[in-house]
């Protein structure tokens, strides 16, 4: 039978997300959930790429497998935890609102209430799978690095006191830990609480963000190193035209999550 999934977000991320998986015989998407308001362009993408789903401002209460969180670090209290409790499993691309205290421990208290399991998908970043086996054996540092476009960079705090478009070198826009990069920057910097997670903390992870005019990717860096020896790891991830702080990757991570669940052979 297939699997039906709601779909929490319906920007970049999640209407290419539909497109790639439009013609999956085992996914259905169900339903497409967005800010009351906002449900006109959802109808939309569902014309086009997800006949039969609903589109509506919450999760329905029956008939979902899965809830494929792509909106926003807001989704996750709204939406992930109530559905987590029902017992509805959840895939988050949103990981850095795991940032704010309190929330890891509510989504385990609510996924072990309804005894399911929420996933924390890689997104934008690689070799989560390595710093988390490296964690078992002690990691002794964990370094971030994540730089990106000027315009990428728009409405963040990253314009405060600088002016991106006269940007005329690569500038530090923030140094410190994850936690507080994942919080500041909500939607640029989810890739730090996911390497943060994964590794040392969000307090033991250092970060810097950096506005980059001489860049056009999104760059991630990764220098790790513990008992297993030491990696260093370099992204350059193209973004989405949709989203310039966001990378393609991320939608395919998501799609790869999706498919993972119905796939007789996940690698
Ligand atoms: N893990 C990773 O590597 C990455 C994670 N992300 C996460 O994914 C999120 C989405 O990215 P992207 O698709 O590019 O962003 P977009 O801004 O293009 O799309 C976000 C969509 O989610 C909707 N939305 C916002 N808040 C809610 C909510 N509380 N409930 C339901 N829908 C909501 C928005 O509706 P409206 O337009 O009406 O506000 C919009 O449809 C980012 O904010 C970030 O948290 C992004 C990049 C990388
Ligand atoms: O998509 C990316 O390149 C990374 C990103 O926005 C994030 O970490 O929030």
Redesign the pocket.
């Known amino acids: 039978m297939a699997l039906r999934f709601a779909l929490?977000?319906?920007?970049?991320?999640?209407?290419a997300l539909l497109e790639l998986v439009k013609d999956d015989a085992g996914l259905i998407a169900a339903a497409i959930?967005?800010?009351a308001?906002?449900e006109a362009?959802?109808h939309t993408v569902a014309a086009r790429v997800a006949h039969g789903a609903q589109v509506l401002?919450a999760v329905p209460a029956d008939g979902i497998d899965l809830v494929v969180?792509?909106?926003?670090?807001?989704?996750i209290e709204?939406?992930v935890l109530p559905a987590l409790q029902r017992g509805v499993p959840a895939i988050v691309?949103?990981?850095?609102?795991l940032s704010a205290p309190g929330l890891p421990e509510q989504l385990e208290a609510a996924a072990r209430e309804g005894g399911t399991q929420v996933q924390l998908?890689?997104?934008?970043?690689g070799a989560i799978d390595a710093l988390a086996a490296a964690r078992v054996g002690g990691l002794e540092t964990v370094r971030y690095t994540g730089r990106k476009p000027p315009r990428a960079w728009k409405g963040t705090p990253a314009e405060e006191g600088r002016d991106l478009d006269a940007l005329g070198a690569e500038t530090v826009i923030f140094e410190g830990t994850a936690r507080d990069a994942a919080c500041l920057f909500?939607?640029?910097a989810?890739?730090a609480a996911?390497v943060s997670l994964a590794g040392l903390g969000l307090d033991r992870t250092t970060v810097r963000l950096i506005a980059d005019p001489a860049v056009t990717e999104n760059v991630h860096e990764v220098e790790a190193a513990g008992a297993f020896g030491r990696f260093e790891l370099t992204m350059r991830n193209q973004p989405?035209a949709?989203?310039p702080?966001?990378?393609a990757?991320?939608v395919y991570?998501a799609v790869r999550a999706l498919r993972g669940r119905v796939a007789p052979l996940a690698i």
């Open positions: 929490i977000g319906c920007g970049a991320i999640g209407t959930v967005v800010p308001g906002s362009d959802a401002s969180e792509a909106a926003g670090h807001t989704a709204q939406h691309a949103s990981v850095g609102a998908i890689a997104g934008a970043i909500p939607k640029n989810n890739v996911t989405l949709a989203n702080k966001t990378s990757l991320t991570s």
